[in-house]
């Protein structure tokens, strides 16, 4: 169905998945993944992070107020929620991925990169977790890697043949 005039201005903006220490998830996400932190919102008993890439730049120049104000006029936002109490909370279980029962779901979300095998590679070095390697199955194009919770990152080259 072709877009309308109603849904011509439509556009993906975020997804959001909840951690149990945004310390540790801030820096794979920023250190490991190489996203930016557009802003943060702390809403009493839950924070609000999100993160995007930097494509061409222009965060870098931009002020807090000013990121915060952008981040919602762009696509491809990643909104990471902590709950206040998780990180230190012995009894927490942790969040299903939606990769497994109960909670089967949400399933992963995807990076592009240059070269999957190099930043394999990369990712290795780093000590970052493997749910399948590029050499594992039958689609050797593409990995994926897990993040502190547990959910699956999908490593994709910027061209896919399926």
Known sequence: MPRTA??????????????????????????IIG????????????TLYFLAFDLDGSYASMSSEEKDKARFAREGVLELTHNHGTESDPS???????NSDPGRGFGH????????EKACERFEKLGVAFKKKPSDGKMRHIAFILDPDGYWIEIVPRVLKL
């Open 92 to 98: 927490f279980q942790g969040y299903s991925s939606g």
């Open 109 to 116: 979300i995807a990076i592009t990169v240059d070269d999957v």
């Open 6 to 31: 109603e849904t011509s201005s439509f556009q993906f903006n975020h997804t959001m998945i909840r951690v149990k220490d945004p310390k540790v998830s801030l820096q794979f996400y920023t250190d």
């Open 35 to 46: 996203m930016d932190l557009l802003s943060e919102k702390n809403m009493g008993d839950f």
